[in-house]
T-cell receptor, first 109, second 116 residues
């Protein structure tokens, strides 16, 4: 079955720094990978999608990379702000939709 | 775009009772998904619909769980004979699927179920 692993530990960074979150997957070769943000008590919110033929995707302060050889995606938030504090989830689409366990990010002012 | 709506937001019930949740997706979306999420975990896929057809159901889903999407609009998720382990957040999402794939899912804020 599909297995998706994200940073197991919570990530604390100083405001203004770049946060880097990892997503590793096994047993599958997805055509694309998605990243979502989730705040406590709320449903996930879509952020970015990257397809297998794309190495990198950017949206404002967000950047996602996708290495299908390593079976890994990296999610970067540059110039981080306290408002970026949340849990970030990566997700793959197969015959089902698989989410990782999420990485909790705290940006310290 | 009024977003995905889920009702109720919270449900507290005694073990052994049946519960039903409702999800109203974004109106033009043809796909609807149900997930379960427990604390510290990502959403776990339960089932999804393409219009009114239920196309996939997780093998982890016991026979106590059933979902419907009559007329391809709103959906209901029923849990019969609830157990303590059913306590979780139940999330619904919708998307407009195309052959290109990768369309983002739009989530509701979930129904939190607590089993006493």
């Amino acid at each position: 079955s599909q297995k998706i692993e994200q940073n197991s530990e919570a990530l604390n960074i100083q405001e203004g720094k770049t946060a880097t979150l990892t997503c590793n997957y096994t047993n599958y070769s997805p055509a694309y990978l998605q990243w979502y943000r989730q705040d406590p008590g709320r449903g996930p919110v879509f952020l970015l999608l990257i397809r297998e033929n794309e190495k990198e995707k950017r949206k404002e302060r967000l950047k996602v990379t996708f290495d299908t050889t390593l079976k890994q995606s990296l999610f970067h938030i540059t110039a981080s702000q306290p408002a970026d504090s949340a849990t970030y989830l990566c997700a793959l689409d197969g015959n089902q939709f698989y989410f990782g366990t999420g990485t909790s990010l705290t940006v310290i002012p | 775009d009024t977003g995905v709506s889920q009702n109720p937001r919270h449900k507290i019930t005694k073990r052994g009772q049946n519960v039903t949740f409702r999800c109203d997706p974004i109106s033009e979306h043809n796909r609807l998904y149900w997930y379960r999420q427990t604390l510290g975990q990502g959403p776990e896929f339960l089932t999804y619909f393409q219009n009114e057809a239920q196309l996939e159901k997780s093998r982890l889903l016991s026979d106590r769980f059933s979902a419907e999407r009559p007329k391809g609009s709103f959906s209901t998720l029923e849990i019969q004979r609830t157990e303590q382990g059913d306590s979780a957040m139940y999330l619904c999402a919708s998307s407009q699927w195309t052959f290109e794939g990768g369309q983002p899912q739009h989530f509701g804020d979930g129904t939190r179920l607590s089993i006493l």
